[in-house]
Nanobody, 123 residues
Framework: QVQMVESGGGLVQAGGSLRLSCLASGRTFSTYVVGWFRQAPGSEREFVAVISWSGGATVFADSVKGRFTISRDNAKNMVYLQMNSLKPEDTAVYYC????????????????WGQGTQVTVSS
């Protein structure tokens, strides 16, 4: 029903910025909330941010609040994660996913995932 493709990852120094993109396909894209999660080696996939179907409501994990911004452009079927003031602990594979629950922070409620994009922050 929905296909997700992440892009924009890379290697940056601490304090730098990256903008991740999530391209979604599917005619019902605007009816889903879209979340960003990340997973470091040996760790569980953890919540980062989520945006509502309208783009008017967002929730962020405490660890990224004030540094990351999530936005949505339904006309382009795109969701973005702007990451500023990056820290080494932000290093992970970042995934976008879709859920049919209100601003879900639970990875088990996301039915579709992209392949992930690697973000590496050096000190």
């Amino acid at each position: 029903q929905v296909q997700m493709v992440e892009s924009g990852g890379g290697l940056v120094q601490a304090g730098g910025s990256l903008r991740l993109s999530c391209l979604a396909s599917g005619r019902t894209f605007s009816t889903y909330v879209v979340g960003w999660f990340r997973q470091a080696p040996g760790s569980e996939r953890e919540f980062v941010a989520v945006i509502s179907w309208s783009g008017g409501a967002t929730v962020f994990a405490d660890s990224v609040k004030g540094r990351f911004t999530i936005s949505r452009d339904n006309a382009k079927n795109m969701v973005y994660l702007q990451m500023n003031s990056l820290k080494p602990e932000d290093t992970a594979v970042y995934y976008c996913g879709v859920a049919q629950r209100w601003l879900s922070r639970n990875r088990n409620e996301y039915a579709y995932w992209g392949q992930g994009t690697q973000v590496t922050v050096s000190s």
